[in-house]
């Protein structure tokens, strides 16, 4: 399948104008990592929509089409665009905690275990009541089900999940709410006036966009929309873990504040912000930033014509729906792992894609939905509520026909990928990184802001 016809039903289920995709030229067809899946196709046609989305808001503005092309190579390499970020030179340490991956259960399924951030590594050793080694895990978990340990860890604030195959996973209740979902929900939610584009000398000018998010799908999303020239501001806190390399590869084009919402003065500091910001994107549990008075009928309520974008890993319906997930874990959870160990022969273990395909994919699925989302409320006005969740992007990776040659094609080399490296000074020193592959005529994408430390700027427009 082509990205362009990957690309097509969620561009015109989204109210984009099908006319549009003449413009888009998505050049290449080859797989470009190797893959059962069509991961290269998915992150081709992903990346193309929000360039082809971006150059709708210019059109809206300023009456002129400006064509959009994506190289294939380029996008598929930038779908690992935290493996290439360089500082001083120096490639990026290993993103994995010791004790995270996949472990032999004692019914013979396979567990796969997420334990980059401390509070969670904690949470595991304390449900398995063993030391922190990968030995003593292995261990503790060989004398108890997948199962078992999955539905526990869900209670104990830990992140596990059984693999399952495709076909046990769309059988189950949450499989089958997350089925039913479409790609990008998009739902209006309150009334107000329309709020005209603003755009002036790049597609996303004078949107001001608020990111409460961490680790890569969420980052990937205000990275995007900062790309094509949207003032984005990264809010954190101190207390909040962080992964550094990610940090850094997903803070492109971005201000960084610190505001800790526990606290009554900075929830009023964020509602501030929000009186000016026309996107709002957060990725944290479903209902968790509710508790704050950060929902989405709350903030629709009190700053009209806001439009919320939330990230979730299992969705927002079904018994999973509250759920703590990252890619890793629900590649495991809705059948990928075990589709990519059998496309490559391989029957004694888990096998995960050769990107974080989940979280990319829905990074650019949160940019795509918030720009139809500043197109319908240039038109009719309103307050908007787009949703995406890691594993209905599984379900849409899946779906797409398997790659042809995938599991033939080569690890892209040096020379390939420092071809698409961009080199800029940032907060952390010298760096380079992938430049963005979506191309709009006339109109590049660019970040003009480096990547800094997270809290370096005050939290203020």
Same mark, same amino acid.
């Given at each position: 399948?082509?990205?362009?016809?990957?690309?097509?039903?969620?561009?015109?289920?989204?109210?984009?104008?099908?006319?549009?995709?003449?413009?888009?030229?998505?050049?290449?067809? &080859?797989?470009?990592?190797?893959?059962?899946? !069509?991961?290269?196709?998915?992150?081709?046609?992903?990346? /193309?929509?929000?360039?082809?989305?971006?150059?709708?808001? +210019?059109?809206?503005?300023?009456?002129?089409? #400006?064509?959009?092309?994506? !190289?294939r190579a380029h996008a598929a390499i930038e779908f690992r665009s935290e493996r290439y970020c360089r500082i001083n030179g120096e490639k990026p340490a290993n993103l994995w905690d010791p004790l995270? %991956?996949?472990?032999?259960?004692?019914?013979?399924?396979?567990?796969?275990?997420?334990?980059?951030?401390?509070?969670?590594?904690?949470?595991?050793?304390?449900?398995?009541?063993?030391?922190?080694?990968?030995?003593?895990?292995?261990?503790?978990?060989?004398?108890?089900?997948?199962?078992?340990?999955?539905?526990?860890?869900?209670?104990?604030?830990?992140?596990?999940?059984?693999?399952?195959?495709?076909?046990?996973?769309?059988?189950?209740?949450?499989?089958?709410?997350?089925?039913?979902?479409?790609?990008?929900?998009? &739902?209006?939610?309150? !009334?107000?006036?329309?709020?005209?584009?603003? @755009?002036?000398?790049?597609?996303? !000018?004078?949107?001001?966009v608020l990111d409460l998010t961490r680790i890569i799908a969420g980052p990937v999303c205000g990275r995007v929309l900062a790309a094509h020239g949207a003032d984005v501001m990264a809010i954190t806190?101190?207390?909040?873990?962080?992964?550094?390399?990610?940090?850094?590869?997903?803070?492109?084009?971005?201000?960084? /504040?610190?505001?800790?919402?526990?606290?009554?003065?900075?929830?009023?500091?964020?509602?501030?912000?929000?009186?000016?910001?026309?996107?709002?994107?957060?990725?944290?549990?479903? /209902?968790?930033?509710?508790?704050? =008075?950060?929902?989405?009928?709350?903030?629709?309520?009190?700053?009209?014509?806001?439009?919320?974008?939330?990230?979730?890993?299992?969705?927002?319906?079904?018994? +999973?729906? %509250?759920?703590?997930?990252?890619?890793?874990?629900?590649?495991? @959870?809705? %059948?990928?792992?075990? /589709?990519?160990?059998?496309?490559?022969?391989?029957?004694?273990?888990?096998?995960?894609?050769?990107?974080?395909?989940?979280?990319?994919?829905?990074?650019?699925?949160?940019?795509?939905?918030?720009?139809?989302?500043?197109?319908?409320?240039?038109?009719? =006005?309103?307050? +908007?509520?787009?949703?995406?969740?890691?594993?209905?992007?599984?379900?849409?990776?899946?779906?797409?026909?398997?790659?042809?040659?995938?599991?033939?094609?080569?690890?892209?080399?040096?020379? #390939?990928?420092?071809?698409?490296?961009?080199?800029?000074?940032?907060?952390?020193?010298?760096?380079?990184?992938?430049?963005?592959? =979506?191309?709009?005529?006339?109109?590049?994408?660019? +970040?003009?802001?480096?990547?800094?430390?997270? =809290? #370096?700027?005050?939290?203020?427009?």
């Amino acid at each position: 399948m082509t990205a362009a016809a990957i690309l097509s039903p969620i561009w015109q289920q989204l109210g984009f104008d099908p006319a549009a995709l003449n413009r888009l030229t998505l050049a290449g067809d &080859d797989a470009i990592l190797p893959s059962f899946y !069509d991961v290269s196709g998915l992150a081709q046609a992903s990346i /193309g929509g929000v360039a082809l989305a971006a150059s709708e808001v +210019w059109r809206q503005a300023h009456g002129e089409d #400006r064509s959009v092309t994506v !190289d294939r190579a380029h996008a598929a390499i930038e779908f690992r665009s935290e493996r290439y970020c360089r500082i001083n030179g120096e490639k990026p340490a290993n993103l994995w905690d010791p004790l995270a %991956g996949a472990y032999r259960c004692a019914d013979q399924r396979w567990l796969r275990v997420h334990t980059n951030f401390a509070h969670h590594r904690r949470a595991l050793i304390d449900l398995l009541n063993c030391s922190a080694e990968r030995a003593a895990v292995t261990a503790a978990v060989a004398g108890r089900s997948a199962a078992e340990i999955e539905t526990a860890a869900a209670a104990h604030g830990a992140i596990t999940a059984m693999m399952r195959t495709t076909d046990e996973w769309r059988g189950a209740a949450q499989g089958q709410a997350i089925a039913a979902l479409p790609l990008v929900a998009i &739902d209006k939610i309150a !009334d107000s006036p329309p709020v005209p584009i603003k @755009a002036d000398k790049r597609p996303l !000018d004078g949107l001001r966009v608020l990111d409460l998010t961490r680790i890569i799908a969420g980052p990937v999303c205000g990275r995007v929309l900062a790309a094509h020239g949207a003032d984005v501001m990264a809010i954190t806190a101190p207390h909040l873990p962080a992964v550094l390399p990610l940090v850094m590869d997903g803070g492109r084009g971005k201000r960084s /504040g610190y505001l800790d919402l526990r606290t009554s003065a900075d929830q009023a500091r964020l509602s501030g912000l929000l009186n000016d910001a026309d996107i709002f994107v957060q990725g944290y549990r479903p /209902g968790a930033i509710a508790g704050q =008075g950060f929902g989405a009928a709350d903030v629709a309520a009190k700053h009209p014509g806001i439009i919320y974008v939330s990230l979730s890993a299992y969705g927002h319906q079904g018994p +999973w729906s %509250g759920r703590r997930g990252f890619d890793s874990i629900a590649q495991a @959870a809705i %059948g990928i792992n075990h /589709g990519e160990a059998a496309g490559f022969g391989v029957t004694d273990q888990p096998q995960a894609l050769p990107a974080q395909a989940l979280d990319h994919g829905s990074g650019y699925l949160l940019a795509l939905g918030a720009l139809a989302a500043v197109l319908r409320r240039a038109e009719e =006005g309103g307050s +908007w509520h787009v949703q995406v969740a890691l594993a209905r992007t599984g379900h849409w990776l899946q779906d797409i026909p398997p790659a042809v040659n995938g599991i033939a094609a080569a690890e892209p080399d040096d020379d #390939r990928v420092n071809a698409l490296l961009e080199a800029h000074e940032s907060g952390f020193g010298p760096m380079r990184a992938i430049k963005h592959a =979506g191309m709009i005529d006339g109109l590049p994408p660019h +970040w003009s802001r480096p990547s800094v430390t997270l =809290g #370096r700027h005050a939290a203020a427009w």
